[in-house]
């Protein structure tokens, strides 16, 4: 009986993992008018989700500037802004999207590296455990 326990759990498993990689991608990219650094965000997400995501993903480019409600019903406080909303964790990146990797990961499209997070703009590693005491460092 044990080993037919494996196997289903073996089989929900993979079965999993199959419909992890059918997912649709729900984006939307929050921009702050024609600017060079609002197309190059547009250029990276779009060849990264055609390459990574072809035809399972949707990609809405709001300009805060047309839609500011959008902006605030999502309380964007810098732009580009991306926003995932599925699958599932709601995930956030903000920057001109020019880092490849850090978009992926960011996407749940490849794992993190080792046990650390390393922090994109000052390459120092983050420890992971959660923060004690009432957030002023000294515990």
């Known amino acids: 009986m044990e080993n037919n326990e494996f196997e289903n759990t073996t089989q929900k498993f993979e079965k999993a993992l199959d419909e992890a990689k059918k997912a649709k991608y729900v984006l939307r990219l929050f921009i702050a008018g024609n600017t060079t650094r609002s197309a190059q965000a547009i250029e990276n997400i779009q060849e990264i989700?055609?390459?990574q995501l072809k035809g399972r993903y949707t990609l809405e480019v709001v300009d805060i500037y047309q839609q500011p409600?959008?902006?605030?019903g999502e309380q964007i406080i810098a732009a580009p802004t991306l926003i995932k909303t599925l699958p599932l964790p709601l995930?956030?990146?903000?920057?001109?999207?020019s880092s490849t990797e850090r978009i992926l990961v960011g996407l749940n499209l490849q794992p993190v590296d080792g046990q650390s997070e390393i922090h994109h703009r000052t390459g120092k590693e983050q420890?992971?455990?959660?923060?004690?005491?009432?957030g002023d460092g000294k515990g």
Do not use: H, Q, V
């Open 69 to 72: 409600e959008l902006a605030r």
């Open 91 to 97: 995930r956030r990146i903000i920057g001109d999207l």
């Open 49 to 51: 989700c055609e390459k």
């Open 127 to 134: 420890d992971k455990r959660p923060e004690s005491g009432d």
